[in-house]
């Protein structure tokens, strides 16, 4: 399994970015899939899921309202649209693929199996 997230940069507070994260090898609707960060000196936190029974999202309160998570299945590529970024939001951002989570684990990093190799956002004040 390969995950391969792109779409990282460098924006202004206030701006928007879309980031996105292929698969190969498991398919991204049948399994639970999500987006993490880790900003430097921090432990690496949950932002967003979708989970494999039913397709309900969740959300961290730190990006609820501003952060969606979307997948398109025939692409098998799961999205983070990140809009009103703020300079706190700057990190390395992974996704990440779980083919075993349960609801109660979704937010977990140990409940994921799959990761891919992070991409970094910043945000400038």
């Known amino acids: 399994v390969q995950l391969q997230a792109s779409g990282g940069g460098l924006v202004q507070a206030g701006g928007s970015l879309r980031l996105s994260c292929t698969a190969s090898?498991?398919?991204?609707?049948?399994?639970?899939v999500a987006w993490f960060r880790r900003a430097a000196g921090k432990d690496r936190d949950f932002l967003a899921g979708i989970f494999r029974s039913g397709g309900s999202t969740t959300y961290a309160d730190s990006v609820k309202g501003r952060f969606t998570i979307s997948r398109d299945n025939a692409e098998n590529t799961l999205y983070l649209q990140m809009n009103d970024l703020k300079p706190e939001d700057t990190a390395v951002y992974y996704c990440a693929l779980s083919t075993t989570a349960i609801m109660s684990s979704r937010t977990t990093s140990s409940a994921y199996n799959y990761w891919g190799p992070g991409t970094q956002v910043t945000v400038s004040s």
């Open positions: 090898g498991r398919s991204i609707s049948r399994n639970t």
